[in-house]
């Protein structure tokens, strides 16, 4: 039997790349980039959605330029906040799920440890809030859909905290890096082959399990901590850890945001490796 129709959205994005790749093993994908379905058009969502008729619509697409998201509110919240619950509400309409993902920035980050899916949200910059507006847009939508919370995404291409470091490492001698925000790295690879793996079970079987979820590697880090495994322990840059006062940023960051990953493991039985052991293997990957 032919697998699902597959709409995937942002597929030009780090996870929507990753996406558009691996689903094909599930079903046919059809990937939509930002050129082919700009979620900012309300009109050109519900039009792709109905001519799609997908049984599966992945949204990976979203505004995620976190500093930038303080002075374009309005396209952050049309983007992350109001595109999801139309993307839900049409995969309601058409009997499809829809995962869709979010964000540890929901979090306020005073906490000391893991966040739960029911942990109280309260986010700090607008990028958060528009995060946190999509997924009540979703759960209001009242359809079949999977919500992914994850942190720190990064990968081989795009724009992300490992090609930054990787490429200020080729051109100074010493990175000052913020060590008082603590969270968790996620490959994006890694993500994406869990998507695959839950998508695998059958749309029945993931319609039953619709909901919030924690999706992450394990352990926990730093940014000067991730910077210093990136690095490898070449004694050219030196790496030097900083506080954030010492960083400003137009956005404020949550200073600990590792998510609790225990709803996920038991519903889909099994786990994200950590995040030392997904960040070898992306280091191994060629560039
Ligand atoms: N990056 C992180 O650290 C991080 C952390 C936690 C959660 N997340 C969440 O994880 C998911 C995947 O993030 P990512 O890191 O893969 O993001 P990404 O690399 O920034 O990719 C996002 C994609 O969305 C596309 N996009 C932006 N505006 C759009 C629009 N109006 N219409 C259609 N597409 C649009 C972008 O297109 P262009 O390429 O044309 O800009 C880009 O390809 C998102 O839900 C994000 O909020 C990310």
């Not at 979010?102 to 000391?112: I, K, M, N």
């Amino acid at each position: 039997m032919a697998g699902p129709r597959i709409l995937v959205t942002g597929a030009n994005g780090q996870l929507g790349f990753e996406l558009a790749r691996s689903l094909g093993a599930l079903g046919e994908v059809l990937a939509a980039d930002r050129e082919t379905l700009d979620l900012a058009r309300p009109d050109a969502i519900v039009a792709a959605v109905r001519a799609a008729r997908p049984q599966l619509i992945v949204n990976a697409a979203a505004y995620t330029a976190v500093d930038r998201a303080e002075t374009e509110r309005d396209l952050a919240f049309a983007i992350n906040g109001r595109a999801p619950g139309i993307l839900a509400e049409e995969a309601r309409r058409l009997g499809a799920v829809l995962i869709h993902y979010s964000t540890d920035y929901v979090f306020d980050g005073a906490g000391s440890t893991p966040y739960r899916e029911d942990a109280p949200t309260a986010p700090l910059n607008a990028y958060g809030e528009s995060k946190l507006a999509g997924e009540r847009a979703v759960a209001a939508a009242g359809g079949q859909a999977l919500v992914f919370r994850t942190s720190w995404v990064y990968g081989l291409r795009g724009s992300n905290f490992l090609l930054t470091i990787r490429r200020l490492a080729a051109e100074r001698d010493e990175l000052r890096i913020v060590a008082d925000q603590v969270g968790v790295p996620n490959w994006c690879r890694v993500l994406a082959e869990a998507t695959v793996r839950v998508a695998g079970s059958g749309m029945a079987a993931l319609a039953d399990r619709a909901g919030l979820y924690h999706l992450s590697s394990t352990g926990a880090t730093s940014w000067y901590e991730f910077a210093c495994a990136i690095v490898g322990g070449a004694p050219r840059p030196r790496v030097v850890p900083i506080t954030s006062a010492d960083y400003p940023t137009p956005a404020r960051r949550p200073p600990y945001g590792v998510l609790a990953t225990a709803k996920f493991e038991r519903a889909f039985g099994f786990a994200l490796p950590s995040w030392r052991d997904a960040l070898a293997r992306c280091l191994a990957e060629p560039m």
